[in-house]
């Protein structure tokens, strides 16, 4: 079955590593998406892609980078973590087949923590 | 800035009865509208997704659209213990982003 799947699925690392999560879909879908999700804030959209060698900021860029070098694949890179950055991190995708314009469908989630 | 604003909640309700979940949002642009359900320490889950005025109904559960009014609402009838979850609401313009609401808690009551 088509699937998207996040790893790590936790992860603890020191202030000022670089950290990188992946995000890998067997939908086929174009669009890509990275969310980060914090008590009282809901989700925030950190970037996004809607193609190979397509990428966007969103509202919470600062700090975060990604590439996308296939359609399968969207890494998030945290260049040099903070303690800001301790999160519940969500990848999701979407495409438009016409009549379900946008829906997107998420993946099961990486919790970091910077210590 | 475009916001999508949920009545914060929580909200209980007791099992059996109808739970009603209510959304606003800023931007008239919006087209299209979605209700993910997220259980705690899980993945949001798309659950309904409507985008004309009026009402969508899958099973137990209905989405109702006011695009005059920029309003959204889940019904979820005859609520059950398993529906117990935090829901959010979610709105996309013409661009393929979406915006999300904050959440709203919904414990059912056995």
């Known amino acids: 079955d088509a699937e998207i799947t996040q790893s790590p699925r936790h992860k603890i690392t020191e202030t000022g590593r670089q950290v990188t999560l992946a995000c890998h879909q067997t939908?086929?879908?174009?669009?890509m998406f990275w969310y980060r999700q914090d008590l009282g804030h809901g989700l925030r959209l950190i970037h996004y892609s809607y193609g190979v060698q397509d990428t966007n900021k969103g509202e919470v860029s600062d700090g975060y980078s990604v590439s996308r070098s296939n359609t399968e694949d969207l890494p998030l890179t945290l260049e040099s973590a903070a303690s800001s950055q301790t999160s519940v991190y969500f990848c999701a995708s979407s495409e438009h087949p016409g009549a379900t314009p946008y829906e997107q469908y998420f993946g099961p989630g990486t919790r970091l923590t910077v210590t | 800035q475009k916001e999508v604003e949920q009545n914060s909640g929580p909200l209980s309700v007791p099992e059996g009865a109808i739970a009603s979940l209510n959304c606003t949002y800023s931007?008239?642009?919006?087209?299209?509208f979605f209700w993910y359900r997220q259980y705690s320490g899980k993945s949001p889950e798309l659950i309904m997704s409507i985008y004309s005025n009026g009402d969508k109904e899958d099973g137990r559960f209905t989405a109702q659209l006011n695009k005059a009014s920029q309003y959204v609402s889940l019904l979820i009838r005859d609520s059950q213990p398993s529906d117990s979850a935090t829901y959010l609401c979610a709105a996309s313009g013409s661009a393929r982003q979406l915006t999300f609401g904050s959440g709203t808690q919904l414990t059912v009551l056995p």
């Open positions: 931007d008239r642009g919006s087209q299209s």
């Open positions: 939908w086929n879908h174009n669009n």
